[in-house]
Nanobody, 124 residues
């Protein structure tokens, strides 16, 4: 079992930046991939970015390509999401997720462990 704890959310003005962190503990050696999802009020949870733990291969939602960067520090068992040029439409609860099974990074059912979420609010 893997436990995930997010941090780094907060309130930022439009055009600003935030960096989210996700610390993993437990059976981290079994992790195949990790990802960041977000859920805005009244909307479905959507994948923002994902990373294959062993190789660092990444995938992004079209809406954040070139603006957000996902990375990981394998020694610290921590994943990051650097978010630049934030806009009000990026306001959401951001969740960290992990999966042990192989498959496409963008497949929602790959992820079976979730963090508690961290709020990101972007003011205009």
């Amino acid at each position: 079992q893997v436990q995930l704890v997010e941090s780094g959310g907060g309130l930022v003005q439009a055009g600003g930046s935030l960096r989210l962190s996700c610390a993993a503990s437990g059976r981290t050696f079994s992790t195949y991939a990790m990802g960041w999802f977000r859920q805005a009020p009244g909307k479905e949870r959507e994948l923002v970015a994902a990373i294959r733990w062993s190789t660092g291969y990444t995938a992004y939602a079209d809406s954040v390509k070139g603006l957000f960067t996902i990375s990981r520090d394998t020694a610290k068992n921590t994943m990051y999401l650097q978010m630049n040029s934030l806009q009000p439409e990026d306001t959401a609860v951001y969740y960290c997720a992990a999966g042990a099974r192989g498959g496409m990074l963008t497949a929602r059912d790959l992820y079976d462990t979730w963090g508690q979420g961290t709020q990101v609010t972007v003011s205009s």
